[in-house]
């Protein structure tokens, strides 16, 4: 677990330019000065990221929305109020400030503020805005504990350990327009709790100018070794004794040579926190495949069935 010091280290490694894994409610971020054109270029030399998928910038203080982003939507007040520190990022316009690698040169800005102690303290001691991205190799599985992090990028700069991530699974991204909000990621808040704070629209496909969110990526979250989601492009020739079963049900779960059960208590909120750290396990074990059981698709679910799906993409068949 993280000391003091070693955020008081962490935030000396920012303001030199350097790069620091952190802990965040959601997952582990790979974090720079989201100020510093050069340590942000390091950011996307280290995952292996196309530079043409912008990151989100994270902040302590409100007063940052206003350094970052310009801004008077009435909307930012009421979403941050209800919504953080949390799970929420909102994509806006971009002001001077924010360098153009930060947002692949998108004139828009993705912002939250994380709900943990250690991320906030950190941002906080380093004097600036930290852009930070999911901290794995790019692509591939999003780490929920430290040692995710080690796996996938042992040469970051410092790695805070602020234990297992309380969320588990990314943000959810909206954007505004002249109407209301439209959801571009899904998270662990859904559609149904920002519509009790503002109206939601979705922008026609056909009025919509340019690429809104160009890391919206159909493969994703990607384990080394092939997922399938069943029922969905299943191959017929899967032997249950060499797979590894992500279980949402616990039923039908005999002859698997390994199950990681993801919700005991039923509920999609502790899938959602099991979900990546289950998957890590099923890639370190010796089973040949992994087989996901589809969960209900509501609430929740939305954003699990989404990274499942991006997770099984390149191994349909
Ligand atoms: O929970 C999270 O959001 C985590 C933690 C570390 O905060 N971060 C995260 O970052 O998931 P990343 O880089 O893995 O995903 C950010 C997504 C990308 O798909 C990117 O395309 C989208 O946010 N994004 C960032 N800025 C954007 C912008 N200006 N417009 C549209 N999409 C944007
Ligand atoms: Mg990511």
């Known amino acids: 677990m993280t000391s003091p010091s070693e955020i008081t280290i962490a935030a000396n490694h920012i303001k030199e330019g350097k790069l620091v894994a952190f802990p965040t409610e959601t997952v582990y971020g790979l974090g720079a000065n989201a100020l510093n054109p050069h340590a942000v270029a390091r950011i996307f030399e280290l995952k292996e990221r196309p530079t043409f998928d912008p990151l989100i910038v994270h902040i302590a203080s409100l007063e940052d929305v206003k350094k970052l982003t310009v801004t008077e939507d009435e909307r930012v007040n009421k979403l941050a109020a209800r919504f953080w520190p949390g799970p929420l990022t909102i994509i806006l316009p971009k002001s001077d400030l924010v360098p153009d690698i930060v947002t692949s040169g998108l004139k828009t800005v993705g912002i939250r503020m994380p709900n943990h102690p250690v991320a906030l303290e950190l941002i906080r001691q380093s004097g600036c805005p930290i852009a930070a991205p999911s901290a794995n190799k790019f692509g591939q599985l999003s780490p929920t504990q430290a040692k995710h992090v080690s796996k996938q990028l042992p040469d970051v700069d410092f790695l805070l350990d602020g234990g297992k991530a309380q969320v588990g699974i990314e943000s959810t991204?909206?954007?505004?327009?002249?109407?209301?909000?439209?959801?571009?990621?899904?998270?662990?808040?859904?559609?149904?709790?920002?519509?009790?704070?503002?109206?939601?629209?979705?922008?026609?496909?056909?009025?919509?100018?340019?690429?809104?969110?160009?890391?919206?990526?159909?493969?994703?979250?990607?384990?080394?070794?092939?997922?399938?989601?069943?029922?969905?492009?299943?191959?017929?020739?899967?032997?249950k004794t060499k797979a590894g079963l992500l279980s949402f049900s616990g039923k039908n779960t005999a002859n698997y040579q390994m199950v990681e059960l993801l919700a005991p208590d039923k509920e999609l909120r502790t899938c959602a926190v099991n979900l990546f750290a289950a998957i890590h396990r099923l890639e370190e074990s010796n089973v040949e495949y992994i087989l996901a059981e589809p969960v209900p698709e509501t609430g929740i679910g939305i954003a699990i069935m989404d990274k499942l799906r991006k997770a099984a993409y390149r191994y349909q068949r």
């Open 173 to 239: 991204i909206i954007s505004l327009n002249e109407k209301g909000f439209e959801i571009l990621r899904h998270g662990v808040i859904t559609r149904e709790e920002i519509e009790a704070i503002i109206p939601f629209y979705a922008v026609p496909e056909r009025d919509k100018t340019n690429i809104v969110s160009p890391g919206m990526l159909k493969s994703h979250y990607s384990p080394g070794k092939p997922i399938y989601l069943m029922n969905e492009n299943l191959p017929a020739d899967i032997d």
